[in-house]
């Protein structure tokens, strides 16, 4: 199994970013997919949650509307739109997979996000 982010970047208050992720071996189209931070000096949170077919999802309350998961099980990717950035979603974002008992059984390397005021 791989999970390969990418798009984190520096961006000001306000700004937007993009983080996809590309998976690779396993059956992709068949597992949920979520999106976990972990903010500097804290432990991990998590983001977003994307059902196997991409029909629900799920935020934690502090980016509902300003972020949105989405899955196109065709090319096996997860992205995640981030919108009116705030400091506070100053991060290292993890696109991980969840296993069929709800775990979280593989992490990718993580992508940097970083928001400045």
């Known amino acids: 199994v791989q999970l390969l982010e990418s798009g984190g970047g520096f961006v000001q208050l306000g700004g937007s970013l993009r983080l996809p992720c590309v998976a690779s071996?396993?059956?992709?189209?068949?597992?949920?997919m979520t999106w976990v931070r972990q903010i500097p000096g804290k432990g991990l949170e998590w983001v977003a949650v994307a059902s196997a077919n991409g029909g629900t999802r799920n935020y934690i309350d502090s980016v509902k509307g300003r972020f949105t998961i989405s899955r196109d099980n065709a090319k096996n990717t997860l992205d995640m739109q981030m919108n009116n950035l705030k400091p506070e979603d100053t991060a290292r974002y993890y696109c991980?997979?969840?296993?069929?008992?709800?775990?979280?059984?593989?992490w990718g390397n993580g992508t940097l996000v970083t928001v400045s005021s």
């Open positions: 991980v997979k969840r296993g069929a008992g709800y775990g979280l059984d593989y």
């Open positions: 071996g396993f059956s992709f189209s068949i597992y949920y």
